[in-house]
């Protein structure tokens, strides 16, 4: 009995010696593009020397996973409209329910996968009957059922690593998720201030019209008074329809952002009611400086990067532990018995093990492993790139809050010199010491004024956001 066991054993110790020889030949990588990763201390706004990248970070993620809906970061606008918008968004969204779903079915795979390394039963029952047609006997009966265990042996760790696989393939898609969440944030926040800006373009270009209209209707006395020519009647005449031409414009483009909103919000309109009027109401929040880069590892779409590239360096051993000898272990108890009731009666048990050696496939295994290496390396150069991407984004989005603030501020003052000056112009046409021609460009150029400051408003806050979705929340 000894010797029957010694001997039943040989194949296996021989597939180990074999499967260390292949392990000794499965090629591994050589260098991780990934293994020295470093960022800058602070954003320095395109400086070079506050820039250079001098801190390492490690490779696992730096910090626990992040609720975006729970920052609430949105509301440092102190806009309760807006908390309103954001809150119906992420409550109806279908992106949103998309998301949801592709993570249940995550973790549904990533369940599976952990399953693979436990025994898997299966059973069967059967009956069946037969008689010959040319003959008058009585039916011959069979009945047999069966239960069948199998359980592959996870001696290398391929059962493992592709449960880890697809548990950080869930962990990835629970990020994509949170990106989900942060864009729509910043989705809505964008479309509330672009209606915000529209409907203010549209109230100062309705009282420009009316500004308009007064001028026309003080030309037109005047020239029934034989002051003027017909000339200076025409040109206030093509002042108005031009002011009417880009009113048709603007309602237009309100029209279309309020349908993108209604897209937003899963078919269901945003009440008239709760639309802003205007920017006054929206206020820059605060942001402290020197952001520090560790700020970025609460990025989703970094998390779910670095989630992936873990996958893909673990794809590596997976894919040559895959051509490694596996050895299966089965069991099975059937009977089977003309009568159903005594098909328990005489079970018969079967145990067996099957080997199979895989790596017989010498080149194609080779060839599989490198191909598993080569991604492994793009998608950490991918990766590299997207994380001095996000650095600069920040940095970027930093720059220009500050030159933006410089931007309004000018934009104001120039809005107020351009007041004041179709003023002093329109006083100086009633005294009939200048021509109706600067007056109306003047008031042309009050009107583009009061346009180019609503767009720096909006623009500020749209880099707002834009600087809070680059570091995953608020600051």
């Not at 990067?305 to 299966?328: D, H, W």
């Given at each position: ?7 039943s ?6 597939s180990?010696?074999l499967?260390?020889?292949v392990a ?26 506050a ?5 390492a970070?490690e ?6 996973p992040?609720?975006v809906r ?8 102190a ?18 329910a ?18 693979e390394l ?10 069946n ?17 069966g239960?069948?265990?199998g359980?592959?042996?996870?001696l290398?760790g ?17 990020q ?7 864009s729509l944030i ?7 201030w ?6 203010q ?13 007064r ?24 002042n108005?329809?031009?002011?009417r031409?880009?009113q048709?414009q ?12 209604t897209?937003?919000l899963?078919g ?15 206020h820059?929040p605060a ?11 609460r ?6 990067a ?12 997976v894919?040559?532990t ?5 050895l299966?272990?089965?069991g ?6 003309p009568?159903l009731?005594?098909?328990l009666?005489?079970p018969v048990a079967t145990?067996?093990?099957g ?8 080149r ?10 080569l ?7 991918d990766?590299?790139?997207?994380l ?12 220009a809050?500050e ?7 000018a ?15 329109e ?18 150029t ?7 400051l ?13 600087l809070?979705?680059?570091?995953g929340?608020g600051?």
């Amino acid at each position: 009995m000894k010797m029957t066991m010694n001997r039943s054993f040989r194949p296996l110790l021989l597939s180990a010696a074999l499967a260390v020889l292949v392990a000794g030949c499965a090629t591994t990588p050589s260098a991780d593009p990934a293994a020295d990763l470093r960022v800058p201390t602070g954003y320095g706004r395109g400086d070079a020397a506050a820039n250079a990248p001098v801190q390492a970070i490690e490779r696992d993620l730096t910090a626990p996973p992040a609720d975006v809906r729970a920052d609430a970061w949105w509301q440092d606008f102190a806009d309760p409209r807006l908390d309103r918008l954001v809150e119906r968004v992420l409550d109806g969204n279908t992106d949103m329910a998309s998301a949801g779903l592709k993570l249940e079915r995550a973790r549904a795979q990533a369940g599976l996968a952990g399953a693979e390394l436990w025994p898997q039963a299966s059973g069967s029952a059967s009956a069946n009957g037969s008689r010959a047609i040319d003959s008058g006997d009585d039916w011959s009966r069979n009945h047999s059922a069966g239960v069948s265990l199998g359980w592959e042996l996870d001696l290398w760790g391929k059962l493992r690593g592709q449960r880890d696989i697809a548990r950080w393939e869930a962990q990835a898609t629970a990020q994509d998720l949170q990106n989900t969440v942060l864009s729509l944030i910043g989705q809505s926040c964008e479309l509330y201030w672009q209606l915000a800006y529209l409907n203010q373009a549209i109230t100062s270009g309705q009282a420009n019209l009316e500004r308009l209209e007064r001028t026309a209707a003080l030309v037109q006395s005047q020239f029934d008074a034989g002051a003027v020519s017909r000339l200076e009647v025409r040109q206030a005449r093509q002042n108005i329809e031009s002011q009417r031409a880009a009113q048709a414009q603007l309602e237009q483009q309100r029209v279309e952002t309020r349908n993108a909103l209604t897209v937003l919000l899963d078919g269901q309109p945003w009440p008239l009611a709760d639309e802003p009027q205007d920017l006054d109401i929206a206020h820059s929040p605060a942001i402290a400086e020197g952001l520090p880069a560790e700020l970025l590892a609460r990025r989703p779409d970094l998390r779910a990067a670095e989630l992936r590239l873990r996958q893909s360096l673990a794809n590596i051993k997976v894919t040559a532990t895959s051509y490694y000898p596996s050895l299966s272990l089965t069991g099975s108890v059937g009977s089977s018995a003309p009568s159903l009731g005594d098909v328990l009666r005489n079970p018969v048990a079967t145990l067996g093990a099957g080997l199979s050696l895989p790596f017989l496939k010498f080149r194609q295994m080779q060839l599989n492993i490198d191909s598993a290496d080569l991604s492994y390396q793009i998608a950490a150069n991918d990766f590299r790139k997207t994380l001095h991407t996000a650095l600069s984004e920040v940095d970027n989005a930093l720059s220009a809050r500050e030159r933006l603030a410089e931007q309004v501020a000018a934009a104001q003052a120039s809005h107020d010199e351009a007041v004041e000056i179709a003023r002093l112009y329109e006083v100086r046409y009633r005294a009939g010491a200048t021509d109706l021609r600067t007056w109306l460009e003047a008031q042309q150029t009050r009107r583009n004024a009061e346009l180019s400051l609503a767009q720096a408003r909006r623009s500020q806050l749209v880099n707002d956001v834009t600087l809070y979705k680059a570091l995953g929340g608020g600051a």
